[in-house]
């Protein structure tokens, strides 16, 4: 072979090993930078799965799976055939408990991709060896965590946070478990089953510790920090295995769903390790939120209850704040209705989103971008909520946490520190929820007190909404 032949087999070696995995990764980047704005997410969401797709015949031309091609394919008909079926059946409603599942069976694949590294022998440095320990012990507790969250929120758990007695501790202790572990493993050479067994148990029960006792605000910060825990696991297991694709793919999502996670606990006055191991939050800022709010209540006006409908017409500005009530429901499409009729009549009506409000980070957004409501009405929690002291009426569809004003008092409480939307401060409001119970926290809501400037449409909210609009006529 000539020396023009080997540089040009050389450079084919490193276009397709180097630069065909960064080209891909920067293609589900930016497909992911696309997803974050509302008119290009589809587009943004189709480019990513372009680029996964090229990923999988990528790696099926580099590698030699002559011995097990059989079995791969079949795999693939399967996988696709039932994320078909799941596509066409799924509810939106379904939505949050199908992000944590799909999250779960990410970090399950990453730990089967470690145990079998481990137990082939394939991982013969140390560094191989921590990564796939790594890979490992994340992978399972990403596992069991979000088939825990998945549960809770398709009801078959129950909802409420459960924590057990040391539970904090007993949390730390699994954490520390799993590093002495994963330490250990380069020590003790060709002893890797026992590490295996010992891992998966531990990175199960931590995952299983960490989501039982969620419950609240927290859930959408422990949905995209799971989110964030698959990719790790996977880019870890790519460490392990030398796979550049694998590492650049799981480092994005992991990055991506960090990001999230912080952005979502810096707006709900918590910190990483709180949600982590179960740490109260800040009580500086709900004391303060406290005393703004009561300085509010003196200058509120104290209207008689009326007519829901005659409130509608008296309103010349509307803020209307949706929550998981409307997606239970699935009133999104009532919701629109309203508003559009409302602005027919020169109204200027807004939506404020809470950043936990549904069960899953951007959940609101995902329903009203659904029945086609313009984004530029979408206004996050700290960009709106000055302006209801402003504001002739609120309306609450299906919220009640994100609402409640007992998050600035009631200490100890699972939303006490929660920064909450101060709908109270409004003129009017108008609550349309199914009934006066706690909300999925399980706390008492002092707004359902019968205040004279707030009225309660008990019931589903479609069916009260159906009642608003034809009483508009």
């Given at each position: 072979m ?11 070696t490193?276009?397709?090993n ?5 080209v ?5 980047l930016?497909g ?6 509302v ?17 999988i ?16 394919i079949?795999g693939?008909i399967?996988?696709t055939?039932?994320?078909?079926v ?5 509810k ?5 408990q199908m ?10 694949a990453s730990?089967?991709a ?7 022998g ?7 060896l921590?990564?796939s320990?790594?890979a ?7 596992f ?10 398709h009801?078959i758990?129950?909802?409420k946070p459960?924590?057990f ?6 949390t730390v202790?699994m954490?520390l478990?799993m590093l002495?572990?994963?330490?250990l493993l ?10 295996c ?5 531990l ?9 039982i ?5 927290d859930m959408?910060i422990?949905?995209?920090l799971l989110?964030s825990?698959s990719g790790?696991a ?6 392990a ?18 990001l ?7 707006s709900?006055?918590?910190s990483?390790?709180a949600?982590?191991f179960?740490?109260a ?15 509010k ?7 008689t ?11 010349d500005?509307i803020?209307i704040?949706?929550?998981?009530g409307?997606a ?10 309203l508003?559009d ?5 020169g ?5 404020a989103i809470h950043?936990v409000a ?10 009203l971008?659904?029945?086609d409501v313009?984004y530029?009405?979408?206004?996050e929690?700290?960009a709106?909520?000055?302006?209801f002291a ?10 009640n946490?994100v609402v409640?004003?007992a998050?600035?008092?009631?200490e100890?409480?699972?939303?006490y520190g ?7 401060d409004a003129?009017?409001?108008m609550?349309?929820n ?5 909300g ?10 019968g205040?004279?400037?707030i009225h309660?449409?008990?019931g ?8 608003l ?5």
């Amino acid at each position: 072979m000539t020396n023009t032949e080997t540089a040009s087999l050389d450079l084919m070696t490193l276009i397709l090993n180097i630069g065909l995995p960064l080209v891909l990764s920067l293609g589900v980047l930016y497909g992911i930078k696309l997803m974050s704005r509302v008119k290009t997410a589809v587009k943004g969401n189709a480019i990513s799965a372009l680029c996964m797709l090229l990923a999988i015949i990528y790696v099926f031309l580099r590698t030699d799976v002559s011995g097990s091609l059989v079995y791969i394919i079949l795999g693939l008909i399967i996988g696709t055939l039932i994320s078909i079926v799941i596509a066409v059946k799924v509810k939106m409603i379904q939505m949050p408990q199908m992000v944590g599942l799909l999250n779960g069976l990410g970090g399950l694949a990453s730990a089967l991709a470690a145990i079998l590294t481990l137990l082939s022998g394939e991982a013969q440095s140390g560094f191989s060896l921590v990564t796939s320990g790594l890979a490992l012990a994340v992978g399972a507790l990403t596992f069991s965590g979000s088939m825990v969250a998945s549960g809770k929120l398709h009801g078959i758990m129950d909802q409420k946070p459960k924590v057990f007695p040391g539970h904090q501790a007993i949390t730390v202790l699994m954490a520390l478990g799993m590093l002495v572990l994963i330490v250990l493993l380069p020590v003790t050479t060709g002893q890797n089953a026992p590490f295996c067994v010992l891992l998966s148990v531990l990175g199960l029960l931590f995952g299983y510790f960490f989501a039982i006792r969620v419950g609240g605000a927290d859930m959408p910060i422990t949905i995209s920090l799971l989110n964030s825990t698959s990719g790790v696991a996977a880019g870890i297991a790519g460490m392990a295995l030398g796979d550049i694709l694998l590492v650049s793919v799981g480092g994005i999502v992991g990055a991506s769903g960090l990001l999230l996670t912080q952005i979502m606990c810096h707006s709900m006055n918590r910190s990483l390790s709180a949600v982590l191991f179960g740490k109260a939050p800040d009580k500086s800022k709900p004391q303060e939120a406290k005393a703004h709010t009561e300085a509010k209540a003196e200058t509120r006006d104290e209207a008689t209850p009326a007519d829901p409908v005659a409130w509608l017409e008296e309103a010349d500005s509307i803020i209307i704040i949706p929550g998981y009530g409307m997606a239970i429901s699935q009133a999104q499409e009532q919701v629109k209705t309203l508003s559009d009729r409302l602005e027919a009549k020169g109204k200027s009506v807004r939506f404020a989103i809470h950043p936990v409000a549904g069960r899953m980070p951007g959940h609101m957004n995902v329903l009203l971008a659904e029945v086609d409501v313009p984004y530029d009405k979408l206004f996050e929690m700290d960009a709106i909520n000055a302006d209801f002291a402003k504001t002739d009426l609120a309306i609450v569809i299906g919220a009640n946490d994100v609402v409640n004003p007992a998050a600035n008092i009631a200490e100890g409480t699972p939303i006490y520190g929660m920064p909450v939307l101060s709908a109270e401060d409004a003129r009017r409001l108008m609550i349309l929820n199914f009934d006066t119970k706690p909300g999925y926290a399980g706390v008492d809501n002092p707004l359902y007190d019968g205040a004279p400037n707030i009225h309660l449409m008990l019931g589903d909210a479609k069916e009260s909404l159906e009642k608003l609009l034809k009483g508009m006529g």
